[in-house]
């Protein structure tokens, strides 16, 4: 999934190679394999910067409930801006891995 701006899309295809793509889209940012993407000030400040392209993708990717589903598993805005950028930097990967493998 690519959308018309794919601005923070190059930034994070950018920052990781073929192997790091293919670690973040198995075992996710949470496992720690994702450098830049692990404190909460990292994460936070790519979706401050980024917020409406996350947005805009996950809803495409996961659907219009996305943010109240994402919203009930967290406690505060920081977790919430942590947990979409996680998923956005996975889907990311994941659709890359996917492209690269065809």
């Not at 601005?7 to 293919?22: C, P, T």
């Not at 495409?60 to 956005?88: H, P």
Request: aromatic share 14%.
């Amino acid at each position: 999934m690519i959308l018309s701006t794919p601005i923070a899309q190059g930034k994070v295809l950018e920052m990781f190679d073929a192997e790091q793509l293919k670690e973040i889209a198995e075992y996710g940012c949470e496992s720690g394999c994702a450098p830049g993407f692990i404190y909460y000030y990292e994460t936070s400040a790519f979706f401050d910067l980024h917020q409406d392209e996350i947005e805009e993708f996950l809803y495409e990717v996961i659907g219009e409930d996305y943010l109240t589903r994402a919203a009930s598993k967290v406690e505060s805005m920081k977790a919430l801006k942590n947990l979409l950028c996680w998923q956005f930097v996975e889907m990311v990967c994941f659709f890359e891995v996917d492209k690269l493998a065809a």
